[in-house]
């Protein structure tokens, strides 16, 4: 799956941000049967899954995103988003686009999401 990752920026600590990733190239069906998720990498630290989401829709957050942070999915656009709403600065980080099936996993480019304090 080849993912294509868009969004991000600078931002104040309070603010949103919405991150999109589209995966053009793939078929539909091999798209609805990845689990889509985004990750994050801080300098210095590992890279931690942020949310993820089913072709059905279920989806599963981080402790430190729940309740600020939501994941959707556009299956028939093969898309999938972040929508980021009251950024602390220690959101800051690369964020990436994941498709995962099974042992297979794809990863988009990084895009930097920075908030200051």
């Known amino acids: 799956v080849q993912l294509q990752a868009s969004g991000g920026g600078l931002v104040q600590a309070g603010g949103s941000l919405r991150l999109s990733c589209a995966a053009p190239?793939?078929?539909?069906?091999?798209?609805?049967?990845?689990?889509m998720g985004w990750y994050r990498q801080a300098p210095g630290k590992q890279r931690e899954l942020v949310a993820s989401?089913?072709?059905?829709?279920?989806?599963n957050y981080a402790d430190s995103v729940k309740g600020r942070f939501t994941i959707s999915r556009d299956n028939s656009r093969k898309t999938v988003s972040l929508q980021m709403n009251s950024l602390k600065p220690n959101d800051t980080a690369v964020y990436y686009c994941?498709?995962?099936?099974?042992?297979?996993?794809?990863w988009g480019q990084g895009t930097q999401v920075t908030v200051s304090s």
């Open positions: 190239r793939t078929i539909t069906s091999v798209f609805n049967s990845h689990v």
């Open positions: 994941n498709a995962k099936r099974e042992l297979e996993m794809s």
């Open positions: 989401i089913t072709f059905s829709g279920s989806a």
